[in-house]
């Protein structure tokens, strides 16, 4: 369905990435927000908290992150389309909560402005080492979709497809911005509400009688019921049956844990969304997200310049992880470089891919400033130098 | 025997508040004699005497003993993380304001590692109804100490008494701004119906205290006997005085329990502040949450 107009703000402007997010997460539906305020995210919550009461949308400041998370899982169980924005610090205190949405299938969007860590860290400057913990950041088994924006236009895109994506497979979904680009101010153009296409929350259509909340109907994920619509269903973080009771046996808890993991595995290419660029006849590639793919592509530029073949993939949906498209990379190139500001996380997973088929290099550092684009070319050169 | 003799056995009636519970999941998992049941047959039979719209309340746990309560009642019902059941209900709350919104909760829940939201959500007077189901322990994980622990009681943390002050929860839930307090042990059934009958129709954060009984863990650390045994020290000591001062109401080890109702004061909610200031500053412009949940709902 198309967006309410009155969540978009239709024209060119001239923003930075944190007010875009708040811009995309306002036209894709959201209408409850609940966060609580640290560098470098507050200006998404400032932006949402200053334009919700003209849309019948309600922002708290909560008291902390673990009841902002909470509480989103809590308002999108009413249908109201829910979102929290926060950075390293609060993201660790929300981990527990976001097990739960999980748990419960519940759709919801996770902001995180990356700063540098660990702890307190860098407040103000940009890192990307929260990768992995969005992955895993919370106990126990199970998957949820990540994206990373370049610009503050993506931030806008990219936040609406958040939203999509969390109705659609019913997780929370992270949007792992970083420092530079919540910071950056560039261009943002806002579509008319009809050209914005907002996928609705999938309300089941079974009678009151027959519904069970984690019932599978021919799709892998269940049918939704909000609370107050008279199903009065029941759900639970415990590992629990189709009808949302909780049932302590391992027969239930591959059958309930199982599909958590294959509903977002399972998805394969629907969910793979890259830029590539010059990978067909590539002898190195780089494989980079956020603000580093910008850097990196200086560092590509140079190499080229060098003559050396390189390649690039940009990872807008980071987490599923592109697996068919590096894996079919890594038998043809001759390495890949992955510059990420952090010790090495992305770059992990890359080389599980490449399974010793081609080497993997890591670029990074642990934040507080992008990478010289030279280091990310003297890797370059390295790689294309082994390999011939 | 004599076939004359063999009668149909009399009908059993139905349990008057068995529509309110999920009776397929009965036997629940409480132990004989534990009061947590006792609260939960209150709570259905207020929802009975009110008779409240079923379709539009929800009930809130955290994780406990106590917190299996969303679990057994025939609502929409939420068992969430452990503290976290306020906040989850807010979201509930803000997000369709039409609900009513309960939280049953234990006191290791609510006001030990949820303490923070607890006297948050009543300094803004968040409209929800929070029952607190107190065993002076953390049933659940095996008898450790609580924040509501009397002085010198037993524990399996505290294994030669407790030394650490507990909270007097009408207290603090008065001082944080609650309008409505009250406490009632799992003895006082009619009583303890009634008030929750009233906090329904009452609005903003209303704070139901009930003191019950663990046999298995806080009873048999401290030899107090049996759940009975515990019922009859609440009929010995619990001492009803409405209108107390709350901060006379702290409850010391096999001490008198004040029981009563403490707080009945009208304040403007949360969400009727929000509506009336948004109102006032931003006119025509402000447009609030629909009652019935934000944009994109089918
Ligand atoms: C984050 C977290 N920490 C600890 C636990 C373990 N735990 C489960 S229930 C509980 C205590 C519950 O005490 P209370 O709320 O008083 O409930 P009761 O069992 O006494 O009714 C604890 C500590 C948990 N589930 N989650
Ligand atoms: S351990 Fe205590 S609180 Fe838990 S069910 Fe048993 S008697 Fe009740
Ligand atoms: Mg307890």
């Known amino acids: 369905m198309k ?130 913990q969005a992955r895993w950041g919370s106990h126990g088994d199970y998957e949820v979709i990540a994206l990373s924006p370049q610009s503050p236009q993506e931030a806008f895109d990219l936040t609406v497809e958040a939203f999509n994506l969390s109705e659609i497979y019913r997780v929370p979904v992270m949007f792992m911005m970083d420092e530079c680009v919540g910071h950056m101010t560039e261009r943002v153009v806002i579509p008319e509400a009809d050209e914005i296409e907002v996928v609705p929350r999938r309300l089941t259509e079974q009678s009151k009688e027959e519904f069970l909340p984690y019932r599978l109907n021919g799709h892998l994920v269940p049918e939704f019921a909000r609370a107050g619509d008279g199903y009065r269903f029941h759900t639970t973080g415990l590992t629990h049956d189709e009808r949302g009771y909780p049932l302590m046996s391992a027969d239930c808890q591959e059958a309930c844990v199982h599909r958590l ?22 002898e190195v590639v780089v494989i980079s997200y956020g603000i580093t793919a910008r850097v990196a592509r200086m560092a590509i530029t140079m190499a080229r310049e060098r003559g050396v073949p390189t390649g690039s993939v940009r990872l807008i949906v980071v987490w599923p992880f592109p697996e068919r498209v590096i894996t079919e990379l890594a038998g043809r190139v001759a390495g890949f470089v992955v510059p990420e500001l952090n010790y090495g996380q992305i770059s992990l997973e890359v080389e599980r891919l490449a399974a010793g088929r081609c080497p993997v290099w890591h670029v990074g550092h642990g934040g507080g400033t992008v990478h010289d684009p030279e280091a990310i070319l003297e890797k370059i050169l390295e790689a294309a130098k082994v390999a011939a | 025997m004599n076939p004359d003799l063999v009668r149909d056995p009399l009908p059993i009636p139905e349990h008057p508040v068995t529509p309110y519970l999920r009776m397929e999941r009965i036997p629940h998992v409480w132990c004989p004699g534990c009061g947590i049941g006792t609260v939960v047959k209150c709570f259905a039979s207020a929802l009975e005497r009110t008779g409240v719209d079923l379709e539009k309340v929800s009930v809130v746990s955290g994780i406990g003993c106590s917190g299996r309560t969303a679990g057994y009642l025939r609502l929409d019902g939420f068992h969430t993380t452990h503290g976290r059941a306020i906040p989850f209900a807010t979201g509930l709350k803000l997000g369709r304001p039409e609900l009513l919104v309960s939280v049953v909760s234990g006191d290791g829940d609510l006001v030990g590692i949820g303490g923070n939201h607890f006297i948050h959500a009543a300094r803004r007077n968040l409209d929800l109804l929070v029952i607190l189901i107190n065993n002076f322990i953390y049933g659940m994980t095996g008898g450790q ?15 030669f008494g407790n030394f650490e002050p507990p ?27 009634w008030a929750i009958e009233e906090a329904i129709q009452r609005k903003g954060f209303r704070f139901i205290e009930v003191i019950a009984p663990c046999p298995t863990l806080y009873s048999r650390l401290n030899k107090l006997g049996t759940g009975l045994s515990g019922m009859r020290f609440y009929h010995d000591k619990a001492e009803i005085r409405h209108g107390a001062d709350t901060r006379e109401v702290a409850i010391g080890f096999q001490e008198p329990i004040i029981c009563g109702k403490f707080v009945d004061e009208e304040r403007p909610t949360f969400n009727e502040l929000m509506d009336s200031h948004y109102g006032k500053v931003l006119g025509e412009k402000y447009v609030p949450m629909p009652a019935e949940g934000g944009y994109l709902h089918g």
């Open chain 1, 261 to 282: 993991v294959d509903k977002i595995r399972g998805a394969g290419d629907d969910l793979t969304h890259i830029e590539e660029d010059g990978t067909d006849d590539a």
């Open chain 2, 145 to 159: 100490n609580a924040p509501t622990t009397p002085l010198m009681a037993r524990s399996s943390t505290m294994p």
């Open chain 2, 167 to 193: 909270f007097n929860l009408p207290h603090l839930a008065a001082s944080s701004g609650a309008p409505y307090v009250a406490r009632w042990t799992c003895l006082h059934i009619r009583r303890l119906t």
């Open chain 1, 3 to 132: 967006a309410d107009p009155a969540g978009v703000l239709t024209g060119a402007h001239y923003l930075d990435g944190d007010f875009a997010c708040g811009e995309g997460a306002m036209a894709a539906g959201c209408r409850f927000v609940a966060g609580y305020p640290i560098t470098p995210s507050t200006e998404v919550v400032e932006r949402i908290s200053r334009r919700f009461p003209t849309m019948g949308g309600t922002f708290i400041q909560m008291e902390d992150e673990l009841a902002s998370m909470a509480a989103v899982v809590g308002g999108s169980w009413t249908g109201t389309k829910s979102m929290t924005v926060t950075s390293g610090p609060g993201f660790s205190l929300m981990m527990e909560n976001i097990g739960l949405a999980a748990m419960m299938e519940t759709p919801c969007v996770v902001v995180n402005v990356q700063r540098g860590g660990p702890s307190t860290g860098l407040p103000t400057m940009v890192g990307q080492a929260d990768m992995m």
